[in-house]
């Protein structure tokens, strides 16, 4: 069992930056697969990112991002940590939701479906203000 704690929400103005984390306990993250999802009010769940790791052997970990944030969300991993962060910069008001982070035992290839994740943090609010 994974459980997750997302950490580093907050509110800010358009333009500016937020780090989000994602701290895992139970299981060593380094071999899971990760995913920030987020979910705006009265919209559907969206993957914001994903950082997989099921076939790393061969390709080692990759990053894939939703094309609305390509060039301003970056993911990165601490294993010695064990927390995923998302950083956000160039933040549009857009971009408010709250944003979670998902797992999943790593396997091969990559998922944006929330449904193929088996492991959830709180949710952390992100507020863009114009």
């Known amino acids: 069992q994974v459980q997750l704690v997302e950490s580093g929400g907050g509110s800010v103005q358009a333009g500016g930056s937020l780090r989000l984390s994602c701290a895992a306990s139970g299981r060593t993250f380094s071999s899971y697969d990760v995913a920030w999802f987020r979910q705006a009010p009265g919209k559907e769940r969206e993957c914001v990112g994903v950082s997989w790791s099921g076939d790393s052997f061969k390709y080692g970990v990759r990053t894939y991002y939703a094309d609305f944030v390509k060039g301003r969300f970056a993911i990165s991993r601490d294993n010695a940590k064990n927390t995923v962060s998302l950083q956000m910069n160039s933040l549009e008001p857009e971009d408010t939701a709250d944003y979670y982070c998902?797992?999943?035992?790593?396997?091969?290839?990559?998922?944006?479906?929330?449904?193929?994740?088996?492991?959830w943090g709180q949710g952390t609010q992100v507020t863009v203000s114009s």
């Open positions: 998902a797992a999943r035992r790593g396997r091969p290839g990559r998922s944006t479906y929330a449904d193929n994740y088996d492991f």
